[in-house]
Every structure is written in structure tokens, then in C-alpha cells.
């Protein structure tokens, strides 16, 4: 029998049903296009408050059968961040509490030595901003038929890592995270093309309906701007790329040349990753990094499974991560800031790795739903939050398209919008806590809002001298406590303010 506590998949599906139910006003019960193969229907929960359309992440667990520790996480996360914002409560996870010398016999790597562990607090206008900011996604089980066939088999089928689909050779099951087209026929590293091997990678991209859901949700929804597929077991927020190491000095050495077909393998090749979107993934992961060991003192790595230790870090093609970043390359689909995270480690071998005795596993939830929460916060749009109350919604989506369209086609506008990705989540930070900043940047943005909006009439508006003072004061005035990075930043956006100063939208992003 499975470690007790873990649900089946029904009561999941049940538990999702009971959720939409309860909190009818600001949740929907999606049914994902496609059943599982053996008819299982597969579902996720959204939840947001209101009738826009802000930026969204997607929370997906389940991929790898024998990875029971996930869904559970998942589903419980729904619950608490519904039951939060629905009472006006804050989340607490952990408590300030003395970390053990020592690791528990379930648990993972031992803190450094004896010490205080915070615990991660979450205000109630902190979950209000992630329910009434956010479009959340949460599929908490997207392999029902491999779960189910652990949970049935365990004794002797624990390790079982694939779905269920029947192959021609009359084994069964397809590596979903294997499965997704990115560089799907390049077999690298630790994927397969063998059908009765745990890594293989199916008979075509996408050749199985639970890898199809997941790219149905980030086609139906192209608001989604970040992903987190949850797995077990390695202690780690992994970001693009799987396939080789990152470089960010030759941009035509990537996914798309052609020329590096079958020789990605090869020693020098790097796959290309603009440096800023580097940066923001790895600043991005140690957030979640630091929140998590802020509850449990674990020290979750952050970089590429290819920078780790074998067997937990490999090369690999196909996976999740490295396709919902990869679209954005291809086409006019948006960016999407994409991770894995591996939740867990056990020194008790593997099979307790990937699905703990409950007891422990109970801690290892508490911990990673707080990066989690994390996560959600960094997916914040800073534009979207300062400019809710004061512009309407056709307005805000209007600068959202002028962002897409122009601003990132011009390099000073690309400048621009790669500092506020990179220090978004540090820049509301600072303005939340300061009303006198939020307020002037309520000003500034009304005013640059109706520059953009009047950007194609007979006259279009410039930028007034007193709007790039105003600016200029807002960024003294942050400044004052900004981290390093954003000081430098800050002093950048300063210099360029100046030239702008009698410019329309256009002029001043070129």
C-alpha cells in the first residue's frame, strides 16, 4: 500500500469540485479538453476576482506517477490561498522555532546548525493582490492514471514514472515530461525513444492527451505569464534551459538553427538565453528559494538540471519548462517565466524521495506551498497593480499591447521593459510601504497612460518637463532603500528621463 494519507485521484477531482462549490465568486472549475487515456477526467481550479484579465500563472503537478507528494501540495494550496482571501486572513506558513541540528529520518539535507527559522507570513493584502491581480490556474493532477496505478501496484510498481497509454511494442506509458515539443526528436541526454524505458518520450510531440491539456490551458489562456510544473524529488527551482548549458553570446547558437541538429550534445554548444531573462529567472528562483527555507531551513539550488549532481541533474528534451518558454521565440505568443520545481529528498533512498511517509510529507507541503505563494507574487504585473483603481481596464490592456508591440521592438523600450520584469517584485515591495511613492506613481502612470492612448492622433502628446521631474523624484525617492541592482537601474531610467523630455510615446522608446 502507498504511504498513507496521500489522496486518490477521484477524492483530488472531488476535492477541486468541493472547492468551486464553496467559493463560487471567484472560482471556476475548468475540465481540460482531453480525458487520460483510460477516460479519467482531468480538471484545474482558476481563481480570480473580477471580470479583467490580468496576467496569469499555471500551477501543474502530477506529470510523474510515482510523485504522490505533488497534487497533494497543490490541491491544499488552492484551498488555503480560497479560504484566505475569501476571510480577509494572511497565510502563515511555519513558525519561528529552533532548526535541528540534524535532519528528521523523512526529511532532507540538514540546516547548517542551531538557529532561528522566521517561518514565511503572507499579509491579507498580499493574497487580496494575488486573487483580485492575478488569473490563477491550478492543475493539481494531470496524470490520474499513473497515480492510480502507483497507488494500486506500490509494493511492486512505486518507481512508476509514465502514463498509462498502451505502445506498439505492447509495453505501456509515455514520459510526459518528455513529451512536449521542444526539441522533441533531439533525444538529449536522459530522454528516450525506447517504448519500455521510464524516460520515453512518446511516438510524437504531444502525442499524449495529458501533455496536450497543458498546452491547451497556455493556448486558451495567453495571459499566462508564468508556470511552475511541480515534481519530486532534488530540492530545486530549476529554469530553462534542460537541454545544455546557458550562454547569452551567440544568439543564433539556440532551439531554432537548424545547423546544431543532432549536435547539441557536442562540447561548446550552449543554448542562447538573453542575459536579462537570465538574470529575472535566477533572482525569481531564489524568492522561492528563501521562502521555502524560511519555513522548513532546506536550502532549495536554483539554476539548470543540467548543472547538477547526477542523478538528480541531467540533460533532457522535451520537458515543460523549456516549451512554455520556448513559444515566445516562435511567434507572438508571450513570454512565459517557466520552472521546475523539485520538492524533497530523503535519506532514505528513492522511493522516499518521490512520496514521503505522510507525516513528513505534511512538512515538505507547508514549505514549498509558501515559495509558492511566492511564485505568485513575483507573477504580479507592478503596472496593472499601481494603475488599478485609477484606470479603467481597456486602458491598462492598451498599455500592455503597446509594451508587446512596440516598446519591445525598440531598444531603449526593450531596456526599459527588461528592468521592470527584472526588478518588478522589489519595486512593489517598496511602493506598498511607502504611500507618498505609491501615490506619485499613481500620477505618473495616469499621465504616461494618456500619452500612450493618444499616441496616434493628428497631434500626439509629449512628454511635459514636470512629468520626467516627477519621475525623476519617484526614482531618487526609491532609491533610498533599493537593493543594489535596482539602484543601478533606478539611476539609469534618471539619465534617460532627461532625454525624452518633448517626446511623443514613439520617439521615446526609440
Not at 529554469?239 to 557536442?266: G, K, L, T, V
Request: net charge negative; proline share 5%; charged share 25%.
Amino acid at each position: 500500500m502507498p504511504p498513507d494519507g496521500y489522496l486518490k485521484s477521484a477524492a483530488i477531482e472531488s476535492g477541486l469540485g468541493r472547492l468551486h462549490s464553496t467559493y463560487p465568486s471567484f472560482t471556476e472549475l475548468i475540465e481540460l479538453p482531453e480525458k487520460s487515456v483510460e477516460e479519467s477526467t482531468i480538471r484545474a481550479i482558476r481563481i480570480r476576482s473580477g471580470e479583467d484579465q490580468p496576467d496569469g500563472v499555471l500551477l501543474i503537478a502530477g506529470t510523474h506517477a510515482r510523485e504522490l507528494i505533488n497534487p497533494d501540495l497543490l490541491l491544499g494550496l488552492a484551498w488555503k490561498l480560497c479560504f484566505a482571501f475569501a476571510n480577509g486572513l494572511g497565510l502563515n506558513f511555519g513558525a519561528p522555532k529552533k532548526v535541528p541540528t540534524s535532519s528528521p529520518a523523512g526529511a532532507s539535507l540538514a540546516p547548517s546548525g542551531p538557529g532561528d527559522l522566521p517561518g514565511k507570513r503572507y499579509s491579507a493584502d498580499a493574497i487580496r493582490r494575488l486573487v483580485e491581480g492575478l488569473d490563477i490556474f491550478i492543475a493539481p493532477n494531470i496524470n490520474p492514471d499513473g497515480r492510480e496505478y502507483v497507488r494500486s501496484h506500490y509494493e511492486g510498481e512505486w518507481d512508476w514514472r509514465k502514463n498509462r497509454s498502451r505502445n506498439s511494442d505492447g509495453s505501456f506509458g509515455t514520459d510526459l515530461n518528455r513529451n512536449y515539443d521542444f526539441l522533441w526528436n533531439e533525444l538529449i541526454g536522459n530522454t528516450s525513444s525506447t517504448q519500455r524505458d521510464s524516460t520515453y518520450h512518446g511516438c510524437d510531440a504531444f502525442s499524449e492527451p495529458e501533455t496536450r491539456n497543458v498546452r491547451w490551458l497556455l493556448g486558451s489562456y495567453p495571459n499566462i505569464r508564468c508556470l511552475a510544473d511541480i515534481h519530486s524529488y532534488a530540492e530545486a527551482i530549476l529554469h530553462p534551459w534542460s537541454d545544455a548549458d546557458n550562454q547569452s553570446n551567440e544568439s543564433s547558437m539556440n532551439f531554432r538553427n537548424p545547423y546544431w541538429n543532432s549536435r547539441r550534445e557536442e562540447p561548446g554548444y550552449g543554448e542562447y538565453i538573453p542575459r536579462t531573462d537570465e538574470f529575472i529567472l535566477i533572482n525569481r528562483g531564489q524568492r522561492v528559494a528563501d521562502a521555502i527555507a524560511a519555513v522548513g531551513g532546506r536550502s532549495y539550488a536554483v539554476g539548470q538540471s543540467v548543472d547538477l549532481p547526477y542523478p538528480l541533474g541531467y540533460a533532457s528534451s522535451g520537458t515543460s519548462k523549456d516549451y512554455a518558454y520556448s513559444r515566445h521565440f516562435l511567434g507572438p505568443a508571450r513570454k512565459v517565466w517557466a520552472y521546475t520545481v523539485e520538492t524533497n529528498r530523503s535519506n532514505r533512498g528513492m522511493q522516499y524521495g518521490y512520496s514521503p511517509p505522510y507525516e513528513d510529507a505534511l512538512a515538505v507541503i507547508e514549505e514549498v506551498q509558501a515559495g509558492l505563494v511566492q511564485f505568485m507574487l513575483d507573477c504580479l504585473c507592478l503596472i496593472r497593480e499601481v494603475g488599478r483603481q485609477l484606470l479603467e481596464r481597456q486602458i491598462l490592456d492598451e498599455l500592455a499591447q503597446f509594451r508587446d508591440s512596440e516598446m519591445l521592438t525598440r531598444r531603449r523600450g526593450r531596456r526599459w521593459t527588461d528592468m521592470l520584469d527584472r526588478h518588478n517584485s522589489e519595486l512593489l515591495g517598496l511602493l506598498l510601504v511607502d504611500a507618498h511613492a505609491w501615490q506619485a506613481a499613481e500620477e505618473i502612470l495616469v499621465e504616461a497612460a494618456n500619452i500612450v492612448h493618444a499616441r496616434d492622433s493628428e497631434d500626439p502628446p509629449v512628454l511635459a518637463r514636470s512629468l520626467v521631474a516627477r519621475i525623476e523624484r519617484l526614482a531618487t525617492r526609491l532609491e533610498r532603500n533599493a537593493s543594489p541592482q535596482l539602484s543601478k537601474s533606478l539611476k539609469t531610467i534618471r539619465k534617460d528621463a532627461n532625454s525624452v523630455v518633448g517626446k511623443t510615446a514613439r520617439q521615446a522608446i526609440r
